[in-house]
């Protein structure tokens, strides 16, 4: 009697160890981190990301956008807990303001020190709290030697009507705004209601003449041959230029914006030192460089610049000289101006 209850007891508890056991691997399987990550179209070499998952055993979901403007509403309407996300300069201060954003805990960011400095101290995060700058870059007419026969030095050609039907516009507002407020000699951040309804009026005046307002699909348009002129941000063009060799691009003599997109933590995020272990290995020298070889944008990264080939620091389409440069201005956040700016993009828009 005593040896079958001692029997029934050891089954009893290899019964409960066994259960405890699964109890601790569904847990396990449970906690294991997913991390949320929400960039541009285009803009990662997707193999880094394997890397990380592989070395960390931490999975990442990741999602693409096509403009500031769709990233911020879906972030701020918190329909998804995003960890990571990467806006340019002026979304990066219209979330600062409006609490979007978790300061970042630098102690886990070691590899923030090779950040070039000349990106740091920036009006959108005027003390560093905030943001790893990603990438930088220029906005700027790419266009194809063979199908353009003038000189592509000034935003105006985007105008001229021997171009009629082969012009491609990005379908963004700051951008479409900018570059004409460029061409009149204004700001690209101006508030001045006269130097923006000039504005309104070329663009209305250019419709006609615009193939497409478009954002990823310039890229496959322009090496397809299916367009001459293309507004878009240089890191695509050098994408064009790999595959099309026909493809050149320009910054025009006017000006244009100067961009730094950056890698912050949504207040969403539900893992924010895991976030913050893939935005110090996102700055590792070896990751940056791969990334930013693949992707052909320009990089903030002091040490992966001295390791690249020659020949791309000295293409000005990613690497622009400093009078270029100088020429050049960053997006402010407008605050509740942007509006009007809304206002506008949605008139253009509309005309006939």
Same mark, same amino acid.
């Given at each position: 009697? &005593?040896r ?11 019964v ?6 699964? /109890?601790?691997t569904? *847990? ?21 990301? @394997? ?7 931490i ?7 096509a403009?500031?403007?769709? %990233?911020?509403? =879906? ?15 002026? $979304? ?5 303001r409006e ?5 970042l805990?630098?102690?886990?960011i ?9 990106f740091?101290n ?6 560093n ?5 990603? %990438? ?11 199908m ?5 030095d000034?935003?105006n050609?985007l105008?001229?009507?021997?171009? =009629?039907?082969?012009?491609? $516009? ?5 951008e ?12 690209l ?9 000039? !504005?309104?009026q070329e663009?209305?005046k250019q ?6 307002y478009?954002v990823?699909?310039i ?5 397809? +041959? ?11 063009a050098? *994408? ?10 320009? #910054?025009? &003599? ?6 730094i997109? *950056? $890698? ?8 924010? @030192? ?5 935005i110090?290995? $996102?700055?590792?020298?070896?990751i !940056?460089?791969?990334n ?5 944008? /320009? ?10 080939d020659? @020949? #791309? ?12 440069? +100088? ?7 407008? /605050? ?12 253009v828009?509309?005309? +006939?």
């Amino acid at each position: 009697m &005593k040896r079958i209850k001692r029997i029934t007891s050891i089954v009893t508890l290899i019964v409960v160890l066994f259960t405890m056991a699964l /109890s601790f691997t569904s *847990c396990s399987k449970e906690e294991k981190v997913t991390l949320n990550v929400y960039n541009w179209g285009e803009y990662i070499d997707e193999s880094v990301i @394997k890397e990380f998952e592989q070395r960390y055993g931490i999975k990442v979901n990741y999602e693409t956008y096509a403009t500031n403007e769709e %990233m911020y509403t =879906k972030v701020k309407s918190g329909g998804t807990a995003y960890d990571i996300v990467i806006p340019s300069d002026y $979304m990066v201060a219209k979330m600062i303001r409006e609490g979007l954003l978790e300061k970042l805990d630098f102690s886990n960011i070691p590899n923030y020190k090779y950040i070039d400095p000349k990106f740091k101290n920036r009006d959108f995060d005027p003390n560093n709290e905030y943001t790893v700058p990603y %990438m930088w870059g220029t906005v700027g007419i790419a266009y194809n030697k063979k199908m353009v026969t003038d000189p592509v030095d000034s935003w105006n050609i985007l105008w001229n009507e021997k171009y =009629k039907g082969q012009i491609l $516009m990005l379908d963004s507002q700051r951008e479409a705004i900018g570059l004409t407020l460029k061409k009149l000699g204004y700001s690209l951040n101006t508030t001045d209601k006269n130097a923006l309804e000039k !504005a309104k009026q070329e663009l209305i005046k250019q419709k006609p003449l615009v193939l497409a307002y478009a954002v990823d699909e310039i890229k496959d348009k322009m090496i397809a +041959n299916e367009a001459a002129l293309a507004v878009d941000w240089a890191g695509n063009a050098v *994408c064009m230029k790999r595959q099309n060799p026909d493809i050149e691009f320009a #910054i025009p &003599k006017e000006g244009s914006n100067l961009f730094i997109d *950056c $890698m912050v933590i949504p207040k969403t995020s539900k893992h924010k @030192k895991e976030a913050e272990m893939f935005i110090n290995f $996102m700055c590792e020298t070896a990751i !940056a460089k791969k990334n930013v070889e693949y992707i052909g944008y /320009s990089t903030p990264h002091t040490e992966v610049y001295k390791l690249l080939d020659e @020949k #791309i620091k000295n293409d000005k389409t990613i690497y622009p000289d400093e009078e270029t440069l +100088n020429r050049c201005e960053i997006y402010k956040d407008l /605050s509740d101006y942007l509006s009007e700016y809304d206002r506008i993009w949605t008139e253009v828009k509309a005309s +006939n």
